[in-house]
């Protein structure tokens, strides 16, 4: 008679399951922050959201591969049908419209805002970058941001490359710097605890 024992068998480590409850908070989050919306008076057809943090936070907090991960599990929800995009829509028709490009670029500005903050693929204690470290990686997301979301505009909205530059970008500049002020502020927060 053979003796055998059972022992623990982890099917997912536990390094991976906390990953993915990350990405789904942060994905969570993400939606939450799409609820965030209001009109620019100077442009109505494109409305000013915290999405852009959500993208920030979690490039910060999960890193490049994750935070991507985790743009790209808000991205599906939405296309499936969960209204988590900018004032509760959702659909794959939105991302055929003038605002398409931006939801598009989530995951490559997540991915390089990883990247230069944690300087590779690994992610470090959030606490643990500089500040300027913040603002070089964020700052180098939002073009990414307008480099798919400007063309986007001008191909629905038919109007002249100058206008679509200013309108879906220029004149967002200053919410932008809004955000990234505020994604400083949470990751040097004195009452906010990371593992």
């Not at 939606?31 to 943090?53: D, E």
């Not at 986007?152 to 967002?172: E, P, R, S």
């Amino acid at each position: 008679m053979t003796n055998t024992s059972t022992t623990d068998v982890d099917l997912v480590g536990s390094e991976m399951t906390l990953n993915i409850a990350r990405v789904a908070l942060l994905a969570a989050l993400m939606g939450a922050f799409a609820y965030v919306s209001f009109p620019n008076p100077l442009v109505p057809s494109v409305p000013v959201t915290l999405q852009v943090l959500g993208v920030f936070l979690a490039a910060i907090f999960l890193g490049p591969v994750w935070g991507a991960a985790a743009m790209v599990v808000y991205l599906l929800a939405g296309a499936l049908g969960v209204p988590v995009f900018s004032s509760g829509s959702a659909g794959l028709g939105s991302f055929f419209g003038a605002t398409g490009g931006y939801l598009v670029s989530y995951p490559f500005a997540a991915f390089l805002v990883g990247a230069v903050v944690h300087g590779g693929l690994e992610p470090t204690p959030p606490k643990s970058v500089s500040v300027g470290r913040l603002l070089v990686g964020m700052g180098l997301a939002v073009p990414v941001v307008y480099a798919f979301g400007i063309p986007v505009y001008w191909y629905y909205l038919d109007v002249t490359w100058t206008t679509a530059i200013v309108n879906a970008g220029l004149l967002f500049l200053p919410a932008e710097a809004v955000k990234i002020a505020a994604a400083v502020g949470i990751v040097h927060s004195d009452r906010l605890k990371t593992a």
